[in-house]
């Protein structure tokens, strides 16, 4: 960073707020989280941004016209930041056999509707001891779908809901039960459109680092100790999310995310890739 900065540069790290309760689900707790383990802007010599609001609301949409997904949804940093360095933690997952570029582009731009939609095609189901009927649901619905009337609880149009899963992820009580029922291979497809329709965007301001190191067996966004797979590699960079991913995987051992996830087959990614033209390069 002050290679960066003396250079002119003024660069910034950044995260989206996510679907899950915990730390980082409202961008104020995000920005806490990541002090409590010293990631301040002292320590890293740049300021840390929430890309899509403290709220959770600053996003734009994406076109994209692929089958899963006509547009996506993501920060709005990604049109108003002039160059971006993509790191990412290679590690197992237990969806998608492992997560590098690919599902880090996806999930790190993604809104939280976005992250839900790639995780499932869902409608709203309502916890009413968890429901303060703030209305918001209703205020974001974009087909009416949501309604509140008075002092009633929601109620929410199943003809009329499109899925977009905006209820959901902006709820602030969490009184809309979250669904995670995706068949594996289309999670996987979702995230490699996701993943496109932001390349498409950000390709030609890119560059890619993924740490082959304390390789675990599973995502970083689960709680508690992580068993690790494989010896430290080292960093990779690269310049496309799906080279970058395919010699990662070369690297740690094709044995290795096989017996991590012996039932995922993590290949679709790659597959998929070419099928909606997000390149001819990949291996």
Request: hydrophobic share 40%.
């Amino acid at each position: 960073m002050a290679w960066l900065n003396d250079h002119g540069v003024k660069p910034f790290i950044f995260d989206t707020t996510v679907l899950y309760s915990g730390g980082r689900r409202l961008g104020t707790d995000a920005l806490a989280t990541a002090e409590r383990h010293g990631f301040t802007e002292e320590y890293l010599e740049c300021p840390i941004v929430i890309a899509d609001g403290l709220d959770g609301r600053d996003v734009i949409d994406l076109p994209a016209g692929y089958p899963h997904f006509k547009t996506v949804q993501v920060a709005s940093v990604l049109d108003s930041t002039q160059g971006f360095v993509i790191f990412s933690h290679f590690k197992g997952h237990l969806a998608s056999g492992f997560g590098g570029a690919v599902k880090n582009i996806s999930m790190g731009f993604a809104s939280r509707a976005q992250k839900q939609r790639m995780h499932a095609d869902v409608h709203p189901v309502l916890n009413r001891k968890k429901c303060t009927r703030c209305g918001i649901c209703a205020e974001i619905c974009p087909t009416g779908a949501a309604r509140i009337v008075g002092e009633e609880y929601p109620t929410y149009d199943l003809d009329l809901c499109i899925g977009c899963a905006q209820c959901i992820a902006q709820c602030p009580e969490l009184a809309l039960k979250i669904l995670w029922g995706s068949d594996v291979q289309v999670f996987q497809e979702k995230l490699v459109e996701t993943a496109a329709a932001i390349w498409h965007r950000i390709e030609a301001k890119t560059v890619l680092i993924n740490a082959l190191i304390k390789i675990s067996a599973e995502c970083d966004c689960l709680p508690g100790k992580m068993e690790i797979i494989a010896p430290d590699v080292g960093f990779l960079g690269g310049y496309h999310p799906l080279s970058i991913d395919a010699e990662s995987v070369n690297l740690v051992g094709r044995t290795t995310i096989d017996s991590a996830h012996p039932y995922i087959d993590w290949q679709r990614q790659f597959d998929y890739a070419r099928e909606i033209g997000f390149s001819d390069t990949i291996r």
